[in-house]
């Protein structure tokens, strides 16, 4: 099965009020191609899953967020992510905040087809305060109360790897595929941006093979889009794009998320890329040190 | 103690009492999130608890810290296994974990808060980062505490305004639990150190930082303090400490966690 598509044929399979996972970690190998054509349609009332980074603070300052499931929102370097901040900061933005590892236990419980999965996560804290939805239950095993998380039931992933074949074995060749499979499990589609489109015998060398961490049935649709996670990284191929960071962050307090729109969104990708150096310069983009 | 250092900064200071925290802990994975705890941990592993664990901060558990900063080309890190962000719940989850983190506010119970300031949970004044691992660290495995700046506005008086970590707050306790089943070891700040292990885990001054006074403390935390007869100085960082701290940090990142980068000693400078 060929489950090639373009950004523009993802964008048309999503709906407005659909809940959206986004892969990847905070400025870490998120699927922002995706997300800028989001940028660029008409999309709109979307609940957001993420470990959150730009791609979150994107999607808040154009409007397109109605509710939004995290645990954190931040570009690691530039600790506090500005247009998150503005739209929490502005009331209008429906929060779910939650643990880190819950997040992770309410993906799996989606993947496992269970409503929720126990946990001591979250006792004793604003999380539960603030989360009448999240419930405290009765263990049958003890006398303890427990926190249900609740299943992440995702109406589409977007993920970004770094290689996958036209059938959709995804390869994650950077050293961490952070919850990516999770989100791939936990969605009814999942749609997958890659750097490079390879051949499937690429993936008969077992070492290449290991870095598989979903089946195909779980990948829904491929779209080939070399550069795709920039300004996040993709590691091993490219770090993120500090200057192009605080480019975006500087409109937050002057000119707003329109200015950084015009400088950069353009009507393609291929515009894009253009507008940011190229793919050449993308892929020059020396990886952090940590 | 010998040769004890006596030109030292307040950051080195800072870090070899935060490295305290990480002595009696065996096999535990180590993390200090920030310089300073990140410092204190490594120093702790290189000196004292050789059997600590700690990760790159990306992905993989070594058996040798990575000094901080750029490395060089040809730097090559003590990997030991991959260590991915799932896998890190696994390992907290186990307990076998000792945290150190930088929270925004801390309250009398030890609950903290790394998320919102002021307003109201919907529209909060000031949006910080979220509750990110808190609610679960807390709840798993020890945690301690570093602030550069100690003052009122992280030593609240009142509760935090969002609560990310659980404390040892009897209306928060979960049914089942005891307040003993909680865990918060040492808040180490510019001016002190403190634990919980005063009565009923009452927050306690364990040591006093060369030349800063009790009445220092007292003034810039926003709650009583359990205060033992005698406040012991903060132990100055050794020669052999000193070195190895510059070791790990040899682009001296430390310089610039607090403010001024002041001397460990402030007896002389009228702080």
């Known amino acids: 099965m060929d489950k090639q598509m373009t950004a523009a044929e993802v964008v048309d399979q999503l709906r407005d009020g659909m809940t959206v996972g986004i892969g990847g970690w905070g400025p870490r190998r998120k699927p922002m191609a995706l997300v800028r054509e989001i940028l660029r349609s008409d999309l709109k009332d979307l609940t957001l899953v993420s470990y959150g980074g730009a791609d979150v603070g994107m999607l808040c300052a154009a409007g397109k967020v109605r509710k939004l499931v995290f645990a954190f929102v931040s570009l690691d370097f530039i600790p506090l992510e500005p247009y998150f901040r503005q739209a929490r900061q502005s009331g209008a933005l429906e929060v779910t905040e939650i643990d880190e590892g819950m997040l992770l236990l309410g993906l799996r419980a989606a993947a496992w087809g269970v409503p929720f999965i126990p946990t001591e996560v979250g006792l004793g804290t604003d999380i539960i305060r603030q989360n009448p939805d999240i419930k405290l239950v009765d263990s049958p095993y003890d006398d303890k109360e427990w926190v249900a998380m609740p299943a992440l039931n995702l109406d589409a992933a977007l993920i970004h790897v770094d290689r996958a074949d036209n059938r959709g074995v995804c390869q994650i060749a950077g050293p961490d595929h952070y919850m990516d499979d999770w989100y791939a499990r936990a969605a009814n589609k999942t749609y997958v941006s890659c750097d490079e489109l390879v051949p499937t015998e690429y993936f008969h060398d077992p070492a290449q093979a290991r870095l598989v961490f979903w089946e195909r049935a779980a990948t829904t649709g491929v779209v080939h889009i070399p550069g795709g996670a920039h300004p996040t990284s993709c590691s091993p191929l490219y770090g993120f794009d500090v200057p192009h960071f605080k480019a975006y962050a500087a409109t937050a307090s002057e000119g707003g998320f329109k200015a950084y729109t015009d400088e950069y969104l353009g009507s393609s990708e291929q515009e894009y890329q253009q507008k940011v150096g190229g793919l050449d310069t993308i892929r020059a983009i020396a990886l952090p040190t940590y | ?271």
């Open chain 2, 1 to 271: 103690m010998t040769n004890t250092a006596t030109d030292y900064t307040l950051a080195e200071l800072c870090i070899v009492a935060a490295s305290e925290a990480f002595r009696d802990e065996g096999e535990v994975l180590a993390t200090g999130i920030g310089v300073i705890p990140r410092l204190a941990a490594s120093l702790a592993m290189k000196t004292f608890n050789t059997d600590l664990m700690m990760t790159d901060s990306e992905a993989y558990l070594l058996s040798e810290p990575n000094p901080l900063g750029a490395r060089g080309d040809d730097f090559v890190q003590a990997s030991e296994t991959w260590m991915g962000f799932s896998r890190i719940f696994d390992n907290v989850w186990s307990g076998r974990r000792h945290a150190m983190l930088g929270p925004t506010q801390i309250d009398r119970f030890g609950q903290s808060n790394t998320s919102a300031l002021g307003g109201t949970y919907q529209q909060p004044k000031v949006m910080m980062l979220g509750a990110r691992g808190f609610p679960g660290n807390s709840i798993s495995h020890p945690n301690s505490f570093f602030v550069p700046g100690h003052n009122k506005r992280v030593f609240v008086e009142g509760e935090c305004d969002f609560v990310s970590s659980i404390g040892y707050n009897p209306d928060r306790l979960p049914r089942g639990h005891s307040l003993d089943d909680i865990d918060i070891r040492l808040v180490v700040t510019d001016l002190c150190v403190m634990d919980f292990a005063g009565a009923d885990h009452r927050m306690r001054l364990v040591s006093l930082h060369p030349g800063i006074s009790l009445e220092q403390v007292c003034e810039n935390t926003g709650f009583a303090l359990e205060i033992g007869e005698e406040v012991p100085v903060t132990a100055a960082p050794t020669a052999e400490q000193l070195a190895i701290i510059a070791g790990l940090d040899p682009h001296n990142q430390r310089a610039h966690q607090i403010k001024g980068n002041p001397a460990g000693d402030r007896s002389g400078n009228g702080h």
